[in-house]
């Protein structure tokens, strides 16, 4: 494994505060990269640990404030695929829970839109790829599980 590219994919969940109920943020890539719906996802420098990477991507994609942070729930899931570019992949994914929602600011290098969506708008479509689609899920039962 240690020929492989490691990332991080991460699903955000907040609080919305009007409704009192969870929401998830997806990010919209920009032109350059496919105008696609999609969770953080980033590659984990040499240093860090999956979780560590895993963070600063969510800190530098949406400027997280780390102090909404209530949580971040290893989701047990792990990938691995070829990307575009021909390298080969192992991708772990995470939950990171916060108490309310920030300030989003995006990279335009990266993403062009942002938006919070409810569980029940989870399905087949709502991203790309298969792995987010199944990360989104596998969020939503833990938080129904929390009776979030």
């Not at 990938?79 to 335009?108: A, M, N, S």
């Given at each position: ?60 994609e949406t400027q997280l404030d780390i102090e909404t942070i209530v ?38 290098k990266e993403h062009q839109n942002f938006k919070w969506i409810d ?30």
């Open positions: 494994m240690n020929d492989r590219t490691k990332k991080a994919q991460v699903i955000l969940a907040a609080i919305d505060e009007q409704s009192q109920s969870f929401k998830f943020l997806l990010l919209q890539t920009n032109e350059r990269r496919g105008q696609f719906w999609q969770n953080v996802t980033g590659k984990i420098e040499n240093d860090e640990s999956f979780e560590e990477g895993g963070l600063r991507e969510v800190i530098e949580d971040i729930v290893d989701l047990g899931l792990s990938y691995d695929f070829t990307d575009q570019r021909g390298r080969k992949v192992h991708e772990k994914c995470f939950l990171i829970i916060c108490d309310k929602k920030w300030d989003i600011k995006l990279d335009p569980p029940s708008e989870i399905e087949d479509g709502i991203v790309k790829y298969r792995s987010n689609l199944e990360t989104l899920e596998k969020a939503k039962l833990i938080l129904r599980n929390w009776g979030a």
